[in-house]
């Protein structure tokens, strides 16, 4: 009699819920891009202006370039970001340039932008970590300037929240590493690096500013600890009810 009562807890546990194996993470949308600019205002007037840009052109290679020269004035300005999304990752490397050479006293400028931004859904709770290094070298001259910015927005559209940011302009030569991690609950989220740098000189000479960056975001779910329904408890309690029911009529046989 032993047995038939654990042929029925066995038949009984059957019939629980299989844990579900859909993906909870859904990629809602990206803005992926690379962006050059470059101008040069002469004492003369002559005015010179060109750009390159990506957007809206999604990709996991970008690169983007622009230039112009008169004279003895060069500006110019270029950038890229190779990058691929995945529903548990998204990682990337970005590399911007700006130079600015001016033969006289005119006005030069160029620059370049790399920018990763991606927005997905959570149907359920997952512990995200995110790891995003930055360098950025600039040289003696006027004006150098790169600026990085981290983000993750938690919510999409003018009633966003700002999760976690971190945005930092560079001086003459930095490298910095950004770091986070935590826990998100189910909703939408927009998860954004990028690097500008940008080159201006209005003097003879030159400058350069160059930067890098590297990242990697990992989302993983959070272990719960699996809990029968209702529905399953009942049947189950039930199984075990008619497996006893049974042994007390053989008993009173």
Known sequence: ?????????????????????????TIIGQQRFATASATISTMSGVHLFDDDTTAPVPGDSLAAAASVSTGGDLGSGAATLSSSIAPQRFSGVGTVTSTATSGANDAIFGAGGSNFTVSFLLDTPHIFDYA?????TNSAGEEPFAHTTVALFAGLGPGSTTAIMDSTVFGNAATRRVTQGGVLQP??????????VQSRISLPGTVTTDGRFTFAFDLRPLDVAATPEPASLVLLGTGLLGALGVRKRQSAR
């Open 1 to 25: 009699m032993r047995s038939t009562v654990f042929k029925v807890f066995i038949a009984a546990l059957t019939v629980l819920p299989a844990v579900a194996a859909a993906d909870p993470i």
């Open 132 to 136: 995003v290094d930055f360098t950025a």
């Open 187 to 196: 909703g939408e989220y927009l998860f954004n690096v990028q690097e500008t």
